[in-house]
């Protein structure tokens, strides 16, 4: 009976590992950017996040990402549309008002087919989503065409943060499928700017007017697929 229990313990202890391994196998990185960047300037916003398995091939799927923005960043949202997650997802964007555009980018997406590793470039628009408990959003809309035709809507809310930080955006990603009995895609880079101009309304996005000693500091937590999880920072240097 003690070794039927050593054993059991050691074979829970073994499936522990593994998946605390797995977990820690997905890495992202965050590189944002201001063009232009200067203190308190009408900019465009550009986040590129990369995610990476430190045992090789796809990593995990990402399904929550939280963006950690830096205090003083100006968002202004006078004037401009919105656009449902309804509308995005029937008609991927169409009889959208202009004004609710609010970026574009692109993404490759990583995922498994039999044997094979394909990767699929998408590409990305970005538009500002009704209000949600007062509170602004941001609809993600991915359109991927070869090799599998397929379309997905991330739905991001603006949140208060802590400092260093001012506001987050708290974004779920939703799954990505591929073929009947394949598991979902990987993204595994993304890009989006966000900041387009409004004609006179000037530009969505505005250069906090100040900037701490090390930078403009963003951050940002990721959960993923298998149960893992983690976090990166990145600062985007004074002007």
């Not at 509308?87 to 008002?97: A, N, S, V």
């Not at 035709?149 to 506001?167: I, M, N, R, T």
Request: hydrophobic residues 40%; aromatic residues 4%; positive net charge.
């Amino acid at each position: 009976m003690r070794l039927k229990l050593a054993t059991l313990c050691i074979m829970l202890a073994l499936c522990a590992a593994l998946a605390t391994a797995a977990q820690a196998a997905t890495v992202a990185s965050i590189t944002p950017s201001f063009a232009p960047d200067r203190a308190g300037a009408g900019t465009a916003l550009t986040l590129a996040i990369g995610y990476s398995n430190q045992q090789g091939g796809v990593p995990e799927p990402v399904t929550h990402i939280v963006v950690h923005l830096p205090a003083g960043l100006g968002i202004n949202l006078r004037g401009v549309g919105t656009c449902s997650r309804s509308r995005l997802e029937k008609q991927m964007g169409r009889g959208c008002p202009a004004s609710a555009r609010a970026g574009s980018g692109s993404a490759r997406l990583g995922a498994h087919l039999g044997a094979i590793n394909l990767n699929e470039n998408a590409s990305l628009t970005a538009w500002r989503g009704p209000n949600k408990g007062g509170r602004a959003t941001l609809q993600l809309l991915g359109v991927g065409l070869s090799p599998l035709e397929e379309h997905v809507v991330v739905s991001g809310v603006l949140e208060p943060d802590h400092a260093p930080y001012g506001q987050q955006l708290v974004l779920s990603i939703p799954p990505i499928p591929t073929l009947t009995g394949e598991p979902n895609a990987s993204v595994l880079h993304s890009s989006v700017r966000i900041g387009a101009a409004h004609g006179r309304l000037g530009r969505l996005i505005r250069v906090p007017r100040s900037c701490p000693t090390r930078g403009f500091p963003f951050g940002a937590d990721f959960n993923y697929a298998g149960g893992g999880s983690g976090s990166t920072t990145a600062t985007i240097p004074c002007p």
